[in-house]
C-alpha cells in the first residue's frame, strides 16, 4: 500500500505532457532544492526500485520526508545518496548552475584547446602521463608549439598523479610539462607550454575529406561529439561526400564520448536514408513512466529525413560503414554503431568502446520540470540517467563495449596525423577496403592502460541524452 507520495501536476515526456495525480499536498514548507531532487528522481530515475530511499512507501508521513530531505547538508548530498552504486550509475549529475549545464550540452565551456588523454606510467597504479589525441582549431593551443602525439608528465612541474590531476587541469591557466616517448619510459625533455583556458564552442565536425583509391572513393570523417546546435555543419559535411560521389565511409568516432540522441540518430540517416521512418533505437524508462505511456511511439527513435530545424537531411545511402572507435568512443557513438548494426554491415576497426547503453534528460525545479515556469530562488538542475537504449533487434547488454571487427590499438609512438596516411588506423582501414577485408596492422610498442580523458574529466563528458 502506498503511504506516501506526491502531486505532480503536468509532467514533460519527450515533448508530450502526461497527466497523474497523487495524495501528497505539495504546498508544504521545506528545503526547495532538496525536494526537487527527491521528486525528479522518484519519478525519473532509471533505477527507482533500486534506491531504497527513493521508493513511494519508504515514508510513514510527511513528516518523515520533510526530516529526511531536511537531513541533508546540500542538494548534492541528497542527490548522491539517492543514486545506485557508482560501480552501475557513473554518470548522473547534478548541477548548482543550470546555464553551466546548458552550456555543456551545446559543447561551449572553457578550454584552452589541447584534447587529451591520461594513462598510468608503467608499473605504476598513481603516477600518470598525458597524450595529445588532437588540438582545437583557433584555440589558446593552437597559437602555441604544442601538437597530437606530444607527451606531458606534469603540470606547473608537478607530476601527474591519481589524487592531484583533477585540481591541476582543471585550473584556467597551467604549464603542460612535455617528455618523450623515449620506449616508453616517459622521460621529462625540459621543454614546457604555458595555456589559458577561455569559453570556446566546439565544433564536432573536425575533418572531412575524400580519398581516391582506383575506382573507390572513400570519405572520412573525424566527428568528436553529438550538438544538435553543430547538426547544420555535420549536414553540410554529408554534401560534400554525395558531391564528390563517394563510395565508402570512414567515420573516426575514436574521441567522441556521446551526445544528443536525436544527432545520432539524424546522422546514422545521412549515413543510410533507405530506412526513413523504420526504427533506430528503442527507448526503455523505469516502470513509472512506461505505464504512464499511451503511446508507445514516444519510445521510439526512426531514422528521418530532416534535421531538427527542419532542414532536409542529406544522404549518401551506403549499405556498408567502417567505424574507428578506442575505449573513449562512448554513449551515443555506441548507439550509432548499434542501432546501425541491424540495417547495413558496420565494421568496427580499433578498441572496445566504453560500454555505456544509457542516458539521460535534464530535469529543471518547476511543475513539469521544464524550464519553463521554473524556481526563481535557485538554478540547481539535474541530469540523472533515466533510460536504457536498444537497437531495433532489441540488443543493449554492451556495458562492457562493442568489440572490434579489427582489433588494433592506437600506438602512442606512432599516432601520425589525423586524416591522413600516416594515421596508423586509418591506414588500416584504407588498407581493408582496398584488399576486401585483408589487410596489415601495426602493434604498439608500448601499451599503457586508460584512466580518463579530457572529455570523461568534465561533468556531463560522457553523457547521451534526450532533449
Given at each position: ?42 519519478l ?13 512507501d ?97 603540470i ?13 587541469l ?74 564528390q ?17 536525436s ?19 528503442k ?28 532542414n ?31 540495417y ?12 555505456k ?59 601520425g ?51
Amino acid at each position: 500500500m502506498k503511504k506516501f507520495g506526491f502531486v505532480l501536476l503536468i509532467i514533460l515526456f519527450t515533448q508530450s505532457f502526461i497527466k497523474c495525480s497523487d495524495d501528497f499536498d505539495d504546498n508544504i514548507s521545506y528545503g526547495s532544492v532538496n525536494n526537487f531532487v527527491w521528486k525528479g528522481l522518484n519519478l525519473y530515475y532509471y533505477w527507482l526500485t533500486d534506491s531504497p530511499d527513493l521508493v513511494d512507501d519508504r515514508f510513514e508521513s510527511t513528516n518523515d520526508y520533510e526530516n529526511f530531505i531536511n537531513s541533508f547538508s546540500s542538494p548534492e548530498a541528497i542527490f548522491n545518496h539517492l543514486l545506485v552504486d557508482s560501480s552501475i550509475d557513473r554518470y548522473s549529475v547534478i548541477f548548482s548552475d543550470y546555464t553551466e549545464l546548458e552550456q555543456v550540452l551545446s559543447g561551449t565551456q572553457k578550454n584552452n584547446g589541447v584534447d587529451y588523454e591520461l594513462r598510468f606510467k608503467e608499473g605504476s597504479t598513481t603516477e600518470l602521463f598525458g597524450w595529445v589525441r588532437y588540438i582545437l582549431p583557433n584555440s589558446d593551443a593552437s597559437t602555441k608549439p604544442i601538437n597530437r602525439g606530444d607527451i606531458f608528465y606534469g603540470i606547473n612541474g608537478i607530476q601527474l598523479n591519481t589524487s592531484n590531476y583533477r585540481d591541476l587541469l582543471n585550473q584556467d591557466n597551467y604549464t603542460l610539462n612535455l617528455a618523450e616517448f623515449d620506449g616508453g619510459a616517459i622521460t621529462p625533455n625540459g621543454n614546457s607550454v604555458s595555456l589559458i583556458k577561455t569559453n570556446y564552442s566546439e565544433n564536432p565536425v573536425y575533418t572531412r575529406k575524400v580519398f581516391i583509391e582506383g575506382t573507390k572513393k572513400i570519405g572520412y570523417l573525424m566527428y568528436n561529439g553529438f550538438y544538435s546546435n553543430y547538426e547544420v555543419e555535420l549536414n553540410n559535411a554529408f554534401e560534400y561526400f554525395q558531391g564528390q560521389g563517394i563510395t565508402h565511409l570512414i567515420l573516426d568516432l575514436r574521441y567522441n564520448s556521446g551526445g544528443s540522441v536525436s544527432t545520432a540518430t539524424r546522422l546514422a540517416s545521412m549515413i543510410t536514408g533507405q530506412f526513413n521512418n523504420q526504427i533506430f533505437a528503442k527507448q526503455q524508462w523505469n516502470y513509472k513512466i512506461e505505464n504512464l505511456i499511451n503511446n508507445p511511439e514516444q519510445l521510439l527513435n526512426r531514422f528521418t529525413n530532416s534535421l531538427g530545424n527542419g532542414n532536409s537531411i542529406n544522404h549518401i545511402h551506403l549499405d556498408k560503414i567502417y567505424i574507428l572507435t578506442t575505449k573513449r568512443t562512448a554513449s551515443a557513438s555506441e548507439l550509432v554503431i548499434n542501432g546501425l548494426k541491424p540495417y547495413i554491415n558496420v565494421i568496427q576497426i580499433g578498441d572496445d568502446t566504453a560500454g555505456k547503453n544509457v542516458g539521460s534528460i535534464t530535469l529543471y525545479d518547476s511543475p513539469t520540470f521544464r524550464k519553463e515556469n521554473v524556481n526563481p530562488n535557485h538554478k540547481y538542475a539535474m541530469q540523472p540517467i533515466v533510460l536504457k537504449i536498444a537497437n531495433n533487434n532489441n540488443f543493449s547488454n554492451y556495458t562492457n563495449g562493442l568489440t572490434p571487427n579489427v582489433p588494433q590499438l592506437e600506438d602512442l609512438n606512432n599516432l601520425g596525423t589525423i586524416g591522413e596516411i600516416s594515421d596508423p588506423l586509418l591506414n588500416t582501414t584504407i588498407n581493408y577496403i582496398n584488399l576486401n577485408g585483408r589487410f596489415q596492422q601495426s602493434v604498439p610498442e608500448k601499451i599503457f592502460n586508460h584512466f580518463e580523458d579530457s572529455k570523461s574529466m568534465r561533468l556531463f563528458g560522457d553523457e547521451m541524452y534526450l532533449e
